[in-house]
């Protein structure tokens, strides 16, 4: 297969940054969208050209490192998967493919592809935990807990943390990533009492840091590769409101 | 000798000594705590976790990790579950039995005292984990529930759908953020460690490279804990994340550390078969899927060549025609082998010409007994994400046709030699979770990772590394501006400067590739004497020629992921010739290792106890040859020493 691709080049966080164009022949269809650029970064090194930065890790759609703007959505064209998880064979061959990085004001260009996503963690700072010191709980079943009710911890604990639902809100809001954490701990009883401050303290910090704020227009469900759903954001508002009483 | 390798296992009967040794441990008092500077290197299970517990006990800990968030390190990939001896299914398990299970399945290669602390420890792991909200699998009645993982009779595997690693993950994160913002912790994002700085044999602190700007930093502490993970990407494909690297265990080891059992690496039997020669890694079909997956070939190499060549599909060969070897030879465990065992016959079976993809080199995972068995919905709950995955990749409906699956390089179980402090052999530097080789002898158990690693991080080096500062209260933090700092930190220096001199154009993962050839080919599934002599000099033939071949554009001021890659590429060949070098040594064949010069009749590994039941822990030689053996016997006063059986 062959691509055109049309890729964002930016050497800092203060430099202007352009796309640059290239082009790329020989790609099998069960290669994946970031061992195409592995192939690309390759052919640069034998050009002695600088190469394409990039985050990943895990390559498996779990850590969460991996995250492109490609041909305008978040982790390309398919649902339910991340960049690491988007192979060749999606696109057709000849086609022209543009790779930006996330775009947000709370995540600035580190060099071309690769952002600083550090504000999602200082939001996990300022509550996203159930205070319990180790070697201080309790025997594991002394609290049964409905399947149902783990179940759905479990729908919202699936966030990887990506920063997709940020990268394609209009409002630049981290809302789904925050409640998808708000709600996996107090669904449970052991997060219960925290719930409150919890759903408060985080929904502070994400203001501060510079995210948006949510007008209920839904694209970070539909962009979301754990299909994390806006119900969360329904469960922290409520939380939200309960404490404000 | 055997003062250098003193493993100071307490005295007293099995079920006592971590009793009575926490008892003589040394605390410091709460005061003094926070004068108390720790690093911990890494933010996998282990990292995380101990680094959560020294904070809220008061120490400053300072932690370095290589993502831009402590929550992608690599135990985050985890899929299957992690281990407990709490017999919640009444199915006769105890600790006793998780302590048997683990030696056993280790081929008696790990230590007594510190397997059975291990077993002792679990059950206190899920309790923890569950009070930090991590959503494990339960049943109707609202209890947790188990499954069953590879080497065991009984069920005792927690785990939270198929990513229990990322569950755990974020509970030991959240422990960790916590603490943030308590304050007692800092994380360093984006920050490599370089290099240790040691001072007449004992740990100072660590020389950093900041991945965004290139500076090089350096970190004084009282303690460093080693928490890097293992070294498999040596092997190039593997399952573990790209940035999973062993250049920390290396750094460690010049410096003084020993490195134990470097050749016991584990090979993962289900993983999706290599494809193609770009590939950047493999993706592991967690282990789970032995539970109700038969794996299988046909018994006539005319099918497997049709298969090959998509003639026929798998579904079309009859029953009586397939061969399900793991359950023909091995009727009491069956698809439940420990993974050195199932690993061997799939390549056994391969060699014979019955492999199924168009390679040649895959086996079947076949699921369609199952579903007819207990219906779509239930194997669905259990492994519907594991499904997905594979439809991905390979482009193939596992709920169609059976899954294709072969080894890969997955973990390893050799280290840095610790004692049952889990202190190396400098000190003041410690080494906890896959970084360090106690536990798990020369093969894991499914499932027994992230065990370790939490019982590591939360339950044990919290209270033998305080023993350790016990005496030290007085001391101050060491001087960053100490001659062996700035030492080190010119060499880290020049070390850059000479890798971005090189002036080749071939990229470093071209090397990279060939060295994983080398070492899968010679130092994988099966090694031979042979085999092994040959590879050290293609190693260093193949290292001069990446010294003379290889070029790095750009510079290092800035993210150079090239300049990252390199820097691992260096230590991964030194390592490579270790892992040779120490499998070259143990004229045996145990767990995971296996030498074609030893085994049964049966063509089953044959393990030589009276030469080889010890660690062998090997002291770095700057000559980068002739490194010193040094052995610690292994003695096994609660188990009697049995040739593995899973027959
Ligand atoms: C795909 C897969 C599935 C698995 N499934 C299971 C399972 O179901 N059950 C089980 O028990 N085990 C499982 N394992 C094994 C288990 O995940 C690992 O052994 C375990 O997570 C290791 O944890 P750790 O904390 O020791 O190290 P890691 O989680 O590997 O963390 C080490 C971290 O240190 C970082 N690091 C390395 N060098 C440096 C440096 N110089 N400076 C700064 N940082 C550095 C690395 O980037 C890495 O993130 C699995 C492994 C894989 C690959
Ligand atoms: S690299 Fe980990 S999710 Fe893509």
Known sequence: MHFVLKIWRQAGPRTKGYFQRFEINDITEDTSFLEMLDILNNNLVKQGIETVAFDHDCREGICGACGLFINGRPHGPD?????????????????????????????????????????????????????????????????????????????????????????????????????????????????????????????????????????NIGSCQMECPKNITVAHIARLNREFLYCKR | MADILNAKIPEGTLDSKWTSHKESLGCVSPGNREKMHIIVVGTGLAGASAAAALGEQGYRVNVFCMGDSPRRAHSVSAQGGINAAKNYRNDNDSVYRLFLDTIKGGDFRSREANVYRLAQVSNQIIDHCVALGVPFARDYGGYLDNRSFGGSLVSRTFYARGQTGQQLMLAACSALNRQMAKGTVTVHCRQQMMDLVVEKRRAKGIITRDMVSGKIDVFPAHAVVLATGGYGNVYFLSTNAMNSNGSALVQCWKKGAFFANPGFVQIHPTCIPVHGEHQSKLTLMSESLRNDGRIWVPQKREDALALREKKIRPSEIPEHERDYYLERRYPAYGNLVPRDIASRAAR???????????????????????????????IEDKYGNLFQMYEKITGENPWKEPMQIYPAMHYTMGGLWVDYNLMTTIDGLFAIGEANFSDHGANRLGASALMQGLADGFFILPYTLPGFLADKTGEPCPDPSADAFLRARSEVCRRIERLMSMKGRIPVDHFHRKLGVLMWNHAGIVRSAEGLKETIPQIDALETSFRQGAGIPGNSFTVNQELEKAIHLEDYFILAKLIVTDALYREESCGSHFRTESKTEEGEALRDDKHFQHVAAWQYNSQEKDHLLHKEQLVFENIPVTERKYK
């Not at chain 1, 592809?113 to 939001?123: G, N, P, S, T, Y």
């Not at chain 2, 010409?353 to 168009?358: A, F, I």
Request: charged fraction near 20%; glycine fraction near 10%; charge should be positive.
């Open chain 1, 79 to 215: 649902e339910g998967i991340t960049t690491c998880q988007l192979y060749m064979r999606r696109f057709p061959d000849g086609s022209e493919i543009t790779v930006e990085p996330w775009r947000s004001k709370a995540f600035p260009v580190i060099r071309d592809l690769m952002v600083d996503r550090r504000a999602l963690d200082k939001i996990l700072q300022a509550g996203g935990f159930i205070s319990v010191n180790t070697g201080t709980a309790p025997e594991a079943n002394t609290l049964p807990i409905s399947m149902e009710k783990v179940q759905e911890s479990m729908d919202a604990s699936a966030c990887i943390g990506c920063g997709a639902c940020v990268a394609t809100c209009k409002n630049g809001s981290a809302m789904l990533f925050v409640a998808s954490r708000v709600s996996a701990l107090s669904i449970l009883p052991q997060g219960k009492p925290e719930a409150c401050r919890r759903a408060r303290a985080m929904v502070a910090r994400m203001d501060g840091l510079g995210f948006g704020s949510c007008t």
């Open chain 2, 348 to 378: 056994e079976r391969c060699e014979a010409g019955l492999g199924v993809s168009k390679t040649g080199w895959a086996v079947f995972l076949d699921f369609s007994f199952a579903i007819a068995r207990q219906g779509k919905k239930v």
